[in-house]
């Protein structure tokens, strides 16, 4: 998270909407799958690590087993024992779990490839009032904290002789002994930050000069904008060029 940004961290934040708000007008499967893909391929490049994503895709595959489970629109597919599957809860199975794994893989990517300091400098230097800019730039600071407080809080409680298997029970234990603990004591380190920051003056004058201030280069400009032209054409295609599963619902 400390490396250079080759990109303005804004036009980064902007490109994530976009891509955020196209996720959510594609209708084929095809194309969100062609699309999750690319994600994904994007996110190992880019090393964005997280320790949640075995999670992530578990939940991803429940949203989609419970899709084809429990939805039965359009014609049947194929019979699984006394399970009828159909095309219309494969496709919304496809489409649901595809939003979620492109929105979370996405965030992943940006938080991974943008220094929280960078992105408040930009949004300062956009205009925004410093006092709102900080506010990002504080919840991805915090993000590895938690993290570390959750893995310290779990380590502690397994000392203590709590078992923390990977059964419905334990998950639901786990959750129960280990959140708040760890609620609490991340909250006393935003207290500290919050303290700190009253004493170093922050909010007592209107205005905050930057030491690097970080303005949108006509290439980011540019290289939003194709972010927008490839959103409207994926749209596009998506809608216009389905694949005949479609045909089926």
Same mark, same amino acid.
């Given at each position: 998270? &400390?490396?250079?940004?080759?990109?303005?961290?804004?036009?980064?934040?902007?490109?994530?909407?976009? #891509?955020?708000?196209? %996720?959510?007008?594609?209708? &084929?499967?095809?194309?969100?799958?062609?699309?999750?893909?690319?994600?994904?391929?994007?996110?190992?490049?880019?090393?964005?690590?997280?320790?949640?994503?075995?999670?992530? $895709?578990?939940?991803?595959?429940?949203?989609?087993?419970?899709? %084809?489970?429990f939805n039965h629109s359009g014609d049947i597919a194929v019979t699984i024992l006394f399970l009828d599957v159909n095309w219309g809860g494969i496709v919304t199975g496809v489409l649901i779990a595809g939003r979620f794994l492109a929105l979370i893989t996405m965030s992943w990517i940006f938080v991974a490839t943008t220094r929280a300091s960078d992105f408040s400098s930009a949004l300062i230097s956009s205009? $925004?009032?410093?006092?709102?800019?900080? *506010?990002?730039?504080?919840?991805?600071?915090?993000?590895?904290?938690?993290? %570390?407080? *959750?893995?310290?809080?779990?380590?502690?409680?397994?000392?203590?002789?709590?078992? #923390? &298997?990977?059964?419905?029970?334990?998950?639901?234990?786990?959750?129960?002994?280990?959140?708040?603990?760890?609620?609490?004591?991340?909250?006393?380190? %935003?207290?500290?930050?919050?303290?700190?920051?009253?004493?170093?003056?922050?909010?007592?004058?209107?205005?905050?000069?930057?030491?690097?201030?970080?303005? $949108?280069?006509?290439?980011?400009? #540019?290289?939003?904008?194709?972010?927008?032209?490839?959103?409207?054409?994926?749209?596009?295609?998506?809608?216009?060029?389905?694949?005949?599963?479609?045909?089926?619902?």
């Amino acid at each position: 998270m &400390d490396k250079p940004n080759a990109i303005n961290p804004l036009a980064k934040f902007l490109i994530l909407i976009v #891509l955020s708000v196209m %996720v959510f007008q594609i209708s &084929d499967p095809a194309y969100m799958v062609l699309f999750v893909a690319v994600v994904i391929v994007a996110k190992v490049l880019t090393n964005a690590r997280s320790t949640l994503t075995k999670g992530v $895709m578990w939940f991803a595959f429940a949203i989609f087993l419970a899709q %084809v489970i429990f939805n039965h629109s359009g014609d049947i597919a194929v019979t699984i024992l006394f399970l009828d599957v159909n095309w219309g809860g494969i496709v919304t199975g496809v489409l649901i779990a595809g939003r979620f794994l492109a929105l979370i893989t996405m965030s992943w990517i940006f938080v991974a490839t943008t220094r929280a300091s960078d992105f408040s400098s930009a949004l300062i230097s956009s205009g $925004m009032p410093y006092r709102f800019a900080y *506010l990002p730039a504080l919840a991805m600071r915090f993000v590895p904290v938690f993290q %570390v407080e *959750l893995s310290a809080v779990r380590d502690a409680q397994v000392t203590r002789g709590l078992r #923390l &298997d990977k059964s419905i029970k334990g998950i639901v234990r786990a959750a129960r002994y280990t959140t708040m603990p760890m609620l609490i004591s991340a909250m006393s380190k %935003v207290n500290t930050l919050a303290a700190s920051m009253t004493g170093r003056g922050f909010g007592a004058y209107p205005k905050r000069t930057l030491l690097k201030p970080l303005r $949108m280069t006509v290439w980011d400009i #540019l290289l939003v904008i194709s972010s927008i032209v490839l959103a409207v054409a994926i749209i596009y295609f998506s809608r216009c060029y389905e694949i005949d599963l479609l045909v089926h619902v």
